[in-house]
């Protein structure tokens, strides 16, 4: 079944507004195609009933099912590896080292997904030689899609997901085996805070924050929405903060407040002094 050109601008000004979402013009199969299959699990005959749905009714769970099926949600255990690297050998020490009085450090993993990119930052933390006693180590978690953060909380990844990214020595050590499934241990989960967040809504309070991975979401926006984003992430980072995005993505010409940093083979975003 065709979605028709009307119905197609409504979707692509509807996951703009909403989630910041940028839908190309020639991306019209991949919109058919995500939401095929709310149109059969819902009942609608055609997308034209889906979409009118959508504009008639307030904003609710069938408008977040639509944002959520139109999200692209690849990740896996320590992506890219550099950038876990340059976190555990250059950045927590430097930060460390920084904090030393106050003992407090703040991550947050914005656009999240599953959770595999923030239980690799806390499995890093906890593999430090550092001896974090009286320390406050708080690791956020967020995605705008409340069906990947239940996953996330859940910590329960099939093997799969296990075999993309996660060493074994860790594996054996952080989780355990539960029905063909592999769980993180408690020490694990609970030092990440997982939350809904929407990036282009307004965002919960939160501390000033040392190190903000965002990787692989900017991509989806535009220029403008990364724009407002890293408006925001400016008033949240630390001056001593770190910022690291996603392969291809950078704030180079388009946010003239941060300047990049080589750190060993990741290239970082700092507030410029
Ligand atoms: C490709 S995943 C990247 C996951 C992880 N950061 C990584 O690099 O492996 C992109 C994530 O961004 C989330 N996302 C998309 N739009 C968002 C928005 N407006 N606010 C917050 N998260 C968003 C999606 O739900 C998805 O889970």
Same mark, same amino acid.
């Given at each position: 079944?065709?979605? $028709?050109?009307e %119905?197609?601008?409504? $979707? ?7 989630? =910041?979402i940028?839908?190309e ?8 195609s995500?939401?095929?299959?709310i149109?059969?699990n819902? =009942?609608?005959?055609?997308?034209? %009933?889906? *979409? ?22 690849e990740? @896996? ?14 950045? /927590? ?7 030393? &009085? ?12 599953? =959770? ?7 499995? /890093?933390?906890?593999?430090? @030689?550092?001896? +974090? ?10 995605? $705008? @899609? ?9 910590? &329960?990844?099939?093997? /799969?997901? *296990?075999?993309?990214g ?7 050590k ?5 029905? %063909? ?7 694990i ?7 809904q967040?929407?990036?282009?809504c ?7 924050q040392?190190?903000i +991975? ?6 989806? +926006? ?7 984003? +890293? ?8 001056p001593?903060?770190?910022?690291i995005?996603?392969? =291809? ?10 300047? @990049?940093?080589? /750190? %060993?083979?990741? *290239? ?6």
């Amino acid at each position: 079944m065709n979605i $028709i050109c009307e %119905d197609f601008n409504y $979707i692509q000004y509807f996951l703009k507004e909403k989630a =910041g979402i940028a839908i190309e013009e020639d991306k019209r199969y991949l919109v058919e195609s995500r939401l095929s299959p709310i149109l059969k699990n819902e =009942g609608f005959s055609n997308y034209k %009933d889906l *979409i009118l749905k959508l504009k008639l009714e307030r904003f609710g769970d069938f408008h977040q099912k639509v944002i959520e099926a139109m999200t692209t949600n690849e990740t @896996s255990f320590f992506r890219d590896s550099h950038p876990f690297e340059s976190f555990k050998n250059i950045i /927590i020490p430097e930060l460390i080292e920084k904090k030393k &009085l106050e003992r407090g450090l703040n991550i947050w993993s914005a656009a999240c997904s599953t =959770g595999q990119e923030a239980y690799s930052l806390a499995m /890093i933390i906890n593999e430090l @030689s550092h001896n +974090f006693y009286q320390w406050d180590i708080k690791i956020y978690a967020s995605d $705008i @899609s409340k069906e990947v953060i239940e996953k996330a909380e859940k910590g &329960l990844y099939n093997q /799969i997901e *296990i075999n993309r990214g996660m060493p074994i020595s860790m594996l054996s050590k952080y989780f355990r085996n539960e029905n %063909d499934h592999w769980k993180i241990k408690d020490e694990i989960k609970k030092m990440v805070n997982f939350m809904q967040v929407n990036l282009v809504c307004q965002w919960p309070d939160m501390p000033k924050q040392d190190v903000i +991975f965002l990787r692989h979401v900017l991509i989806y +926006f535009d220029l403008h929405t990364r724009r407002e984003i +890293f408006d925001k992430i400016k008033k949240i980072l630390n001056p001593d903060g770190y910022l690291i995005l996603g392969v =291809g993505e950078t704030t180079n010409n388009i946010h003239d407040s941060f300047e @990049s940093v080589h /750190i %060993d083979k990741t *290239i970082c975003y700092r507030i410029k002094q």
